[in-house]
Antibody
Framework: QVQLVESGGGVVQPGGSLRLSCAAS????????MHWVRQAPGKGLEWVAF????????YYADSVKGRFTISRDNSKNTLYLQMNSLRPEDTAVYYC???????????????WGQGTLVTVSS | DIQMTQSPSSLSASVGDRVTITCRAS??????LNWYQEKPGKAPKLLIY???SLQSGVPSRFSGSGSGTDFTLTISSLQPEDFATYYC?????????FGQGTKVEIK
């Protein structure tokens, strides 16, 4: 069965950095685009970033462009999100999510991890 | 970015009720509209994609309709496990966006 397990969340000061990981199993990771989606406490869902199955294309939400970097290691079945220059408004649960379709992304998400909490606070 | 607006933001309903949630896009998104269900402490779950295609394992009491800018999620007979928050999401543009959510509560 498909499993996505995020890790790397925690408390960080404003301006700091954090790297999230998402370990994938149960499907051919190297064939699917992957996304990060976040949810601030008590708020709705916000798509953050996408990476194509082979890493050749990446897209970002305007709110994180220039500060966050999505990457993947298909040999390790792992997705990453490097977050720099963190702000209090980046505080959220971060989910990794699998794109529905391979190899051309459909832009919707059929499997999600359990999420990892990032808190940006002094 | 394409803005997605859901209505209502919340509703109260009873088991067995027919429930309708509306989602409006700020521009035409053709049929690139998807719906998710979220329960407290759990990851969102894909219910419907492409306006009306039911994701595998989703009960047939869920249905979707619409095109262009106006879309609807309908639950034909609300069950206890359906009390949750529902989000629409557009997959028309690569700056994917969600609606603000509709919370379905027990009356």
């Amino acid at each position: 069965q498909v499993q996505l397990v995020e890790s790397g969340g925690g408390v960080v000061q404003p301006g700091g950095s954090l790297r999230l990981s998402c370990a994938a199993s149960g499907f051919t990771f190297s064939s699917y685009g992957m996304h990060w989606v976040r949810q601030a406490p008590g708020k709705g869902l916000e798509w953050v970033a996408f990476i194509r199955y082979d890493g050749s294309n990446k897209y970002y939400a305007d709110s994180v462009k220039g500060r966050f970097t999505i990457s993947r290691d298909n040999s390790k079945n792992t997705l990453y999100l490097q977050m720099n220059s963190l702000r209090p408004e980046d505080t959220a649960v971060y989910y990794c999510a699998k794109d529905f379709r391979d190899p051309i992304a459909a832009g919707y998400f059929d499997y999600w991890g359990q999420g990892t909490l990032v808190t940006v606070s002094s | 970015d394409i803005q997605m607006t859901q209505s209502p933001s919340s509703l109260s309903a009873s088991v067995g009720d027919r429930v309708t949630i509306t989602c409006r896009a700020s521009q035409s998104i053709s049929s690139y509209l998807n719906w998710y269900q979220e329960k407290p402490g759990k990851a969102p779950k894909l219910l419907i994609y492409g306006v009306s295609s039911l994701q595998s394992g989703v009960p047939s009491r869920f249905s979707g309709s619409g095109s262009g800018t106006d879309f609807t999620l309908t639950i034909s007979s609300l069950q206890p496990e359906d009390f949750a928050t529902y989000y629409c999401q557009q997959s028309y543009s690569t700056s994917w966006t969600f609606g603000q959510g509709t919370k379905v509560e027990i009356k």
